[in-house]
Structure formats: structure tokens, C-alpha cells
């Protein structure tokens, strides 16, 4: 195949058109036609994605449970699959504090930046710490009764309702497996016979993933820059040493914590990790969405990976939902940095509150774009930091939200690639598209 037909160049190639689109739109007034015409088509690819992404989950998810032979084998990769999700989360939180506390970018902050950039930004910290409210108010036990819907067409509407979607096909995959016979046969056939249809859409509609990614990157620099492209880039030099940081500490851990991961639980290299879930993490990076991007991750990794589709339904949806190493990282930098540019010395004691409500936060955060700052403001009150030093860190913060989205995503898949391994559901993987 021809290296411009194979979809993870096309998507690279949007990428790059997009971006310099953007920047011809800032520099020349073109940016109300940008944003009217161009970048309707990037929310259409999203909504695209999104409106897959249920039936995919629900589908693929039930064809999985009803292939197991008892349902031990599903509570034990249950256990396992959660307990690498938070060992990962722990690691990437601890990665992030030691860059931080090394780099100290905070220290290079000048003064005169600090205010600019909190009277700048202060009036959208408001609408963060009201959700950050209804996430302190939840109780220890409150997130495993959110798991269990009191209405499956309610929680199908929503997204970010990933948890309640996977507990109602585990359970009607169970059920089909107690019903047996003939009527189980034909259930079985027909949920086969629905994923089929689902993964023939997700093709579909990644062939306009290239068009999608070229109208969202457009919008971004759009939104970035307005009418003045200089804004942007004085932006990016005052915080620059804190975006260092954040993506130093988000390269540190995908390439220890996951590659010691694959040396001892699978022969897989890293580097043909990457080649075979290259387009999920292009995808990840221009949507900044874990939930928009599961279609696309399922579908790589169960062709190109090899992993058994018994496993990556069960554990990529999970993962969309309770594994955010790249956002609880960036938490753990953005919290100590908001510290430092405040003139605050966190304790040990502190910033080990980080790793733990950093943590416990990320579990049922929504894989949604802008997520992880709601969780900040969680983290900062519980280390008495004032929540209004976020205003010194929105402006850069949809960059980094696609960088941290692509590390969320990269997390699933390798771990979706442990499990499969360890459970003896993993084939050759399929590294040529």
C-alpha cells in the first residue's frame, strides 16, 4: 500500500493543512469563515464518533461476555484490569510531582505575567469550581452506585455515561449465557451480527477522519489566536517553561511505565505499539475527547494489536472512563505549578494528597475536552491552594489538553494489550496499515 493511502498519514496530513489553515485564517481576517464553514465539519466528525460510540460498547461488549465460558474469568480480568489502571495512574502522578518539583517552572513566572494572565482569564474559573462542587459532595461509595443506571435509555444518551453502559451489557451477556439453548444461540448470533454492522460504520466514518482532524485543528488555532496571532504566541512563551514540563513528564511516562509494562507482560516493542494505534492517538490529539476516540481505539487495537475483542470491549470502555494518567499528571505539574507562581512551598504531606486526590478524582471523570480542569480545582482546594491561581494556566490549557488526552488513550491500549496478554487472548498484531 502506498504510504498517502494508509489513514494515519491522511490524518497527519489534515493535522499540518489545519494548522496552517488556521494561521492563514488569524494572519489574513479569514476567521469568521473559518469558523461558520470549516469548522461545523470538525464537530460533525466528532458527533459522528460519538454517536458510535454506545452501540460499539454495547455490541462488542455483550459478543464478548457471551464467548466466555464462565463468568469467573470475566470478575478476575475485571480486578486486574482496574487494579494496572491505578498502579499507571500512581506512576504518572508521581512522574509528574518530580518534574515539576525539578523544573520548577512556577519560579520563572514574572510578576507582571501573573496578573496579566489572571485578570485575563479569571471570569471562566467560576464555572470550574461549580463543577468541582458537585464532585466534592460525592460520597466514597456514590461512584459504584453511578454505575448501575436506573435507566438504560437515559445513560445511552450521554457519554460520559460509559460505566452504566458497560454494567448493563456485562449483565445482559450474563443473562443470555443463563438463558443457553436456542434462544441464547439466536440472541448471541444477533449481537455478533450487530458489531459486525457497528465496525463496518467506524470505517465509514473514518474516512472522513482526515477532513474531520484538518477543520478541528483550524478551529483550535482559530480559537487560540483570534484576531491577533501574536497573543498566542506571547502566551506560549510566558508559560512555556510550564508546558515544558507538562509534556517532558507526559513523554517520561509513556515510555518507562509502559515499556516496562509490555517487558513483563508481552514481547510487543514499543515502537510497533506505536505504529499500530498511530491513528487512535492522531485522533486523541485533535478531538482532546478519550469517549470520542473509543470507536477508533477498539477498532485498532482488536485489527492491529491483536488483542482478543472479548478483552479490548470489556477494557478499553473502563479505561475511557477510569484511566486518565495523562490528565491526573498534568494535575499533579498544574497544581504545584499554580503553587509556585503563588510564591506557596507545598509539603510532603501535600503534594502526597495530590497522588491521592488526583487519583481517586480521575476515577469517573468524563472523557470529555476540559475535563481535567474541573479536577484541578478538586485537587487545589484539598491542598489549600487558591482556586483562582488556574486563571495563570487556562489559556494554554486546550494544548495541553490534547496532549494529555493522546497519553489518556495510549494508557488504554496498553493495557487493553496486558490483560489480553496475561489472559491468553493475544494474536499476531497487524503493523502493515
Known sequence: MKWYKKLHWQIILGLILGLLWGLVSALAGFNEFTLNFIKPFGTIFITLLKLIAVPLVLASLVAGVTSLNDTASLSRMGLKTVMIYLCTTVFAISIGLLAVNLIKPGKALPESTKIELQETYQENVGEREEGALAIKERRPLDFIVGIVPSNFFASASENSNMLQIVFVAILLGIGIIKVGGKQGELLVN??????????????LIMKTAPYGVFALMAALIVDLAGDDLGKAVDLLRALGWYCLTVLLALIVHVFLVYA?????????????????????????????????????????????????EEVSSFVLPIGATINMDGTSLYQAVA??????????????????????????????????????????????????????????????????????????????????????????KLSAPNLDD
Do not use: W, Y
Open 190 to 203: 444477533v449481537f455478533d451480527s450487530f458489531n459486525d454492522v457497528i465496525i463496518k460504520i467506524v470505517d
Open 260 to 308: 516496562t509494562l509490555f517487558r513483563f507482560s508481552s514481547k510487543m516493542r514499543l515502537r510497533d505499539f506505536f505504529k499500530a494505534i498511530r491513528p487512535a492517538m492522531l485522533l486523541g490529539f485533535s478531538t482532546s475527547s478519550s469517549s470520542a476516540t473509543l470507536p477508533v481505539t477498539m477498532e485498532r487495537v482488536e485489527q492491529n494489536l491483536g488483542v482478543d
Open 335 to 424: 497544581a504545584v505549578f499554580i503553587a509556585q507562581a503563588l510564591g506557596m512551598d507545598l509539603s510532603i504531606v501535600q503534594q502526597l494528597t495530590i497522588v491521592a486526590t488526583a487519583t481517586l478524582a480521575s476515577i469517573g471523570a468524563a472523557g470529555v475536552p476540559g475535563a481535567g480542569i474541573v479536577m484541578l480545582v478538586v485537587v487545589l482546594q484539598a491542598i489549600d491552594v487558591p482556586v483562582e491561581g488556574i486563571a495563570l494556566i487556562l489559556g494554554v490549557d486546550r494544548i495541553l489538553d490534547m496532549c494529555r488526552t493522546t497519553v489518556n488513550i495510549t494508557g488504554d491500549a496498553a493495557v487493553a494489550l496486558t490483560v489480553a496478554s496475561s489472559e491468553g
